[in-house]
């Protein structure tokens, strides 16, 4: 069982705790009605199934409740950092050294 | 006492028999052995047939790999379990054991007819032979496969023992309690850390056990052993036998499954079975040793064939001789050191016959010396004998050509083919082994937890070199820990530390063809399966073991795996790491679904959620039924009646005076703050800015992609406060998607969100005179038509109580829901139920509601919508605020497939015979008469029979409904097809006057 860090909490919980909530840094569009029908395909459907470094949504639905943001890897499946809703996708390379973004298929 | 127990020897207790059964007869054993010990201790080696050729086994290990020696293991009625190992299960009084996969007894089984027609049963025979034809699969083969393979039944009966479970967080776990594991142990309580030991068997100790010569420290063995369990006991450390690490998960996550209370003869009271622990360790050691390996050859299965290790497992822990003349066959100096205990306890040893050419000069002088004849450079050609082994023929080897054989009379042939570190948890957590090409055996390499390794898994040998490892691996966790390590390691005398080689399948001069040499046991797959497979194009070891089913027995490939990975290279030409290593998983050895469950069961599976009003329902007769995870009253039979004529009943009482309905099961969210309005604006698509407070509004709820997710009513209390309500069912991820788009993509706004489902007791009061029972009951307001118009909202006092009312309707009547709090839920019942009285107050149950709805034509989310279903479809396009600039759903709503026409919409069906009711889900057609498989247009979602309009009624989604008024479509049943004609959803009270009374 993985062992989650709440970024709110500050304390560092089991999964059981936590729900998965999708993928991270989604944004809903400031004004929907303006969307063309592919930019809202876009932001409705198209997700990016990576590889490796993935950046994802958990809430701490059996504790504090707050949304926050997680990179874990999706070979390893080894969370390598969580940061609070809103912040910026941390450099997990200069955090790490494992290299973010490679999409399914790419080595 | 019988002839094989050697009196004073071994750690069973000598004074204290123990009396148990197998196969109906009564044997004694002594406290602290085995059932296999015992067994072996009256003589009998035979315990089981075989899964697929019903041969005759018996026991080949001393342990947890055992793969032969399963057993059907009873203490009372339902306390049974199949498959239990004879090697790891203790002998207690009040034991029944039983022998599996037998036909009519263990000595003469009929299904052993399958060994002699073996060449029919090769690898892929499944799949080969029971291909066609088709029909057969399930008349035929698959009742021959189930009956003729096989081991243990599982039981029938309910299991009545309690199971345990417990969470412990610590600093170091340590699995293994050989001598390793103990170093590791003490150099972590030695500097001060939180310490939990783990073994699987009945005692700490591990082969040294099996070793009563070796000294450490100065002292026996055994002595040392014993102090080394006291001072772990002085320093806290939980030392847990009879406890099996079962897998390794994420972040040093160990489960552990405790056998707690099977090797008693009485279970204390409340005492549970067995215990599973969660053990979350900042430092993991794994001592867990090495497994001896069988060598492959014709005959290595028949009863008496065993591993050497585990012959001097039963001599020296147990005091059993396995036989009286023994001929040891290996690959590995170990073998040559159990030979020699065997020799100096009496049993005669007529020759070791060993396949390398060159062996050290001491083992062979000693053998010499104790009478041993001692045969280099030789192999195995085949055993015989029917229920037990008789004599072994070996053969010399040179050069690769295989001699002549000659026979040698035997009753047990020990062998061993080296041994395999036992790497299982380690693979749990993915890392990654490397082959050794020197020692032939896959170590560990990369690691992904924090975990070190020690002793014989790591590949070393002798227990001079497992102390001095357990220290090192104990010194590594503990600095780990922030902690400074003093132990070391103490020294060792008459350490017997050797060497081996690996091989395949033994070389034969007999037909390799006709070979009946096993690599797993428990699944009956022989070497020439394996090069069959190979034969037949299987290259990866993956397929090689999907293709014949070695290592997928329940010992997992214990012993076949390092055998059957030998073969397959050998047979590829290839080196074993180029063919690859199958992957260990959880868990280590077969786990109770007891453990696993252990308090889930039962009650305890899921919650049932009551309501307040619960009791009552309850005591007043009502029948329930399950939604999501509440118990909601169904109906309320009086006298005999059936389901329908209470229904009807209820039904018509509501119509005609009034009906009481307990509703507490609606989820409830407050929305409260500066910004409630503008935040129910973005969610809900209706408009909210001018809902006055005290007025209500059915609300519609869409997801980004504009279908309908939930709906309610939703009360506006003040400017800031808005009580909504939301389905039963849908409660939690209404809440759930609120808090996502107030913390994520609105944090601007000024709202706070609080679930208050469980704060009320809900109660709606509908009929004609439903204001005549509810007014008298009311303080502090008018509930007058002019005062309180339908829509409308208000706190006020409710038979005394604080209470939120509602004027609704979910029935198409005169509607009131009053909200008290929760703990007065049955008081306001009982209130309304004395007030009602000179109305004839009916209780009714969910299906009443149900049914006054859909003749209403109101959808309830989740049964006439799907999830595929929007707004437009269902007939609701007037709950759009389409002059808001936004709200979740509205962009979603013009994609081009939500537009097109041809959608599925919601219509009313009536059957052209009033009697007949639709089935939920049926499918619908235009027409009746066109060839298979028909166009289906759409379903029926809802259908009552409607005591108020004496007919039935249904709703359904069909293909451009709304503009197929009145036609008749059809619905095709297995014994008829059924006509019905397309109409509007309101079938009562279409003007909608009886709401507003």
């Given at each position: ?20 909530a ?86 | 006492?019988?002839?094989?127990r050697i ?94 996969n ?69 600093d ?71 406890t ?11 489960g ?69 003349r ?23 040893v ?6 390398r ?125 922030g ?36 690599v797993?046991?428990q ?42 990975l ?8 290839k ?30 599976f ?6 307040a009003?619960?009791s ?34 209820e ?58 997710r ?19 069912g ?6 759930n998607?609120?808090?996502?788009y ?12 609080t ?77 309304l ?32 919508t ?115 004609k ?16």
């Open positions: 069982m993985l062992l989650i860090h709440c970024p709110y909490c500050g304390e560092t919980l089991p999964e059981t705790e936590f729900a998965y999708g993928e991270a840094h989604i944004a809903r569009p400031e004004n929907p009605s303006e969307q063309t029908d592919a930019e809202w395909v876009e932001y409705l459907f198209m997700r990016s199934n990576v590889k490796g470094v993935h950046f994802e949504r958990w809430r701490h639905i059996h504790g504090c409740g707050r949304f926050f943001n997680a990179a874990r890897h999706t070979v390893t499946d080894k969370f390598l950092t969580t940061y609070k809703a809103g912040e910026p996708r941390p450099d997990i390379e200069a955090l790490t050294g494992i290299k973010a973004g490679v999409k399914e298929g790419e080595k | 006492m019988s002839t094989y009196q004073g020897r071994g750690r069973v207790n000598h004074s204290e028999p123990v009396y148990f059964t197998f196969d109906g007869k009564t044997y004694t054993g002594l406290r602290g052995d085995t059932v296999a010990s015992a067994l072996l201790a009256n003589g009998v080696h035979l315990m089981g047939r075989s899964f697929k050729y019903h041969r005759p086994r018996g026991a080949v290990s001393a342990g947890s790999d055992e793969p032969n020696a399963l057993l059907g293991t009873r203490r009372g009625k339902g306390q049974f379990e199949p498959n239990t190992r004879a090697t790891l299960q203790e002998v207690r009084g009040n034991l029944e054991t039983t022998s599996q037998k036909l009519p007894s263990l000595k003469f089984d009929i299904g052993a007819i399958n060994d002699a027609s073996y060449m029919m049963f090769s690898a892929g025979f499944y799949y080969k032979t029971f291909m066609w034809p088709k029909s057969f699969w399930d008349k035929v083969y698959e009742p021959f496969i189930r009956a003729a393979a096989g081991l243990g039944v599982a039981p029938s009966e309910e299991d009545p023992d309690d199971y345990a479970a417990r969470y412990v967080h610590i170091l776990l340590v699995v293994g309690g050989g001598v390793a594991g103990i170093m590791a142990a003490l150099t972590g309580a030695r500097a001060g850390a939180k310490v939990v030991l783990v073994d699987e068997t009945a005692e700490m100790g591990g082969a040294l056990l099996s070793e009563p010569a070796v000294t450490i420290g100065g002292m026996a063995g055994w002595d040392w052993l014993a102090a080394a369990l006291e001072e772990l006991e002085s320093l806290g450390v939980q030392v847990m036998t009879r099996t690490a079962i897998g390794y998960y994420h972040e040093n996550m160990v552990l499954v405790q056998r707690v209370s099977d090797h008693l003869d009485h279970v204390p009271e409340g005492a549970p079975r067995e215990r599973l622990w969660r053990v979350r360790a900042k430092q993991v050691v794994l001592a867990q040793g090495a497994l001896e390996k069988p060598l492959v050859f014709d005959g290595n299965d028949r009863p008496g064939v065993m591993l050497a290790s585990a012959a001097q497992t039963y001599l020296n822990r147990y005091g059993v001789k396995v036989g009286s023994a001929v040891v066959v290996t690959t590995h100096d170990s073998a040559w050191y159990a030979a020699f205990d065997l020799a100096e306890a009496g049993i005669s007529a020759a070791i016959a060993d396949i050419p060159k062996i050290d000069a001491e083992l062979v002088s000693k053998a010499r010396a104790l009478g041993i004849e001692v045969l280099p450079s030789h192999t195995v050609i085949t055993t015989r004998g029917r229920l037990r082994v008789k004599s072994v023929s070996v053969a010399p080897v040179s050069n690769g050509a295989v001699g002549t054989s000659r026979v040698i009379p035997c009753d047990v042939v020990l062998m061993s083919g080296g041994w395999t570190p036992s790497l299982h948890l380690f693979s749990h957590t993915q890392g990654k082994l490397k082959w050794d090409a020197e020692a032939q055996v896959y170590l560990p390499d990369v690691k992904t937890e924090e975990v070190e390794i020690a002793g014989a898994g790591r590949g070393l040998w002798g227990y001079g070199a497992a102390l001095e490892d357990g220290v090192v691996a104990g010194r590594t966790a503990v600095k780990a820990l902690l400074r390590a003093t132990a070391r390691a103490p020294g060792v005398g008459v350490d017997r530390p050797g060497t081996g080689i690996m091989v395949k399948d033994l070389p034969t001069n007999g037909d390799p063809g006709k070979a009946r040499a096993f797993d046991f699944n009956d797959v022989t070497a020439k399966d394996i090069r069959l497979a190979v034969r037949e194009g299987m290259r990866s070891i993956e397929h090689v073991k999907r293709y014949t089913t070695n290592g997928m027995a329940t010992d997992q490939g214990k012993m076949s795996n390092m055998n059957g030998m073969i397959a290279s050998d047979a590829l030409g080196a074993p790491p180029q063919v690859g290593l199958t992957t260990f998983r959880p868990p280590y050895t077969p786990t109770t679904f007891g453990a696993l469950a252990n308090y889930v069961r039962g009650h305890q899921e919650v049932t959620r009551k309501t009003i619960d009552w329902a309850e005591e007043n007769g009502a029948v329930f039924e399950p939604v999501s995870q509440w118990r909601r009253a169904w109906y309320f039979p009086k006298d005999g009646e059936d389901m329908a004529a209470a229904v009807a009943r039904c018509a009482a509501t119509r005609k005076s009034v009906g009481i309905f307990d509703a507490s099961t609606l989820g409830k969210i407050e929305v409260v703050g500066p910004d409630a309005v503008e935040f129910m604006n973005r969610t809900y698509t209706n408009p909210w800015t001018k809902l006055a407070p005290g007025r209500t509004r059915y609300g519609l709820l869409l997801g980004e992609d504009g279908y309908i939930d709906d309610g009513v939703i009360g506006r209390l003040s400017q800031d406060r808005f009580h909504v309500t939301t389905t039963t849908g409660a939690a991820r209404v809440l998607m609120m808090e996502d107030l913390q994520t993509e609105w944090p601007d706004l000024k709202v706070w969100l679930s208050t489902t469980e704060q009320w007791a809900t109660v709606a009061v509908n009929g004609p005179n439903a204001r005549k029972v509810l007014e008298p009951l009311v303080e502090g307001l008018d509930i007058s038509n002019e005062a309180f118009p339908h829509m409308s909202i208000a706190e006020c006092t409710v038979a005394g109580l604080p209470a939120r009312l509602f004027r609704l309707s979910f029935t198409g009547e005169l509607g009131f829901e009053i909200n008290v709090p929760a703990s007065k839920g049955r008081v306001l019942w009982e209130a139920m004395k007030s009602g009285a000179e109305y004839d107050i009916c209780p009714y149950g969910t299906e009443t509601m149900h049914v006054l709805r859909a003749e209403k034509g109101y959808i309830i989310v989740g049964q006439d799907d999830g595929t279903v929007t707004p437009g479809d269902a007939g609701l396009d007037w709950a759009l605020g389409k002059k808001k600039p936004d709200f979740i759903g509205m962009r979603g709503l013009k994609r081009p497939d939500l537009v097109a026409s041809g959608r599925r919409q919601l219509v009313g069906l009536l059957t052209s015979d009033p009697k007949v009711k639709l089935e939920e889900g049926a499918q619908i057609v235009l027409d009746p008469n066109q060839p298979k498989p028909m166009k289906m247009v759409g379903w029926v979602t809802s259908s009552y029979y409607s005591a108020t309009l004496g007919r039935t009624i249904a709703m359904a989604l069909i293909e451009g409904g709304f503009d197929k008024m009145n036609d008749t479509v059809y619905i095709p049943m297995p014994d008829k097809t059924i006509t019905a397309i109409t509007g959803t309101v079938f009562y009270d279409p003007e909608g006057e009886k709401v507003k009374l």
